[in-house]
């Protein structure tokens, strides 16, 4: 259960992807808005609320748990397509 006043629903499309790639990210704040990425990019701090995903955690930003309701993959699309350009490979 996640530690907010109500539940974020998190996608399918990002549980699964989260668990293929089997990595911690973090759900932070960027000029684009809403923004999931690695945690090798955006370090979790103290006050992200931790969502388990299988093994893994799906750290949100205090600041943005305010405002969400659910997380979706257009969240993650911006981090995609850096690996993509940075021949990153996820999974």
């Known amino acids: ?41 955006s370090m979790p701090k103290e006050s992200d609320i931790k969502v388990k995903i299988g093994d893994n955690t799906l750290h949100v930003s205090k600041v943005q748990a305010r405002y969400i309701r659910q997380i979706d993959m257009r969240m993650l699309l911006g981090y995609l397509n850096y690996c993509e350009r940075n021949g990153i490979e996820e999974y």
């Open 1 to 41: 259960m996640i530690d907010t006043p109500r539940e974020i629903k998190v996608e399918n499309e990002v549980e699964d992807f989260i668990l293929k790639s089997n990595k911690d990210y973090r759900l932070c704040t960027t000029c684009g808005g809403p923004a999931i990425v690695s945690i090798d990019m």
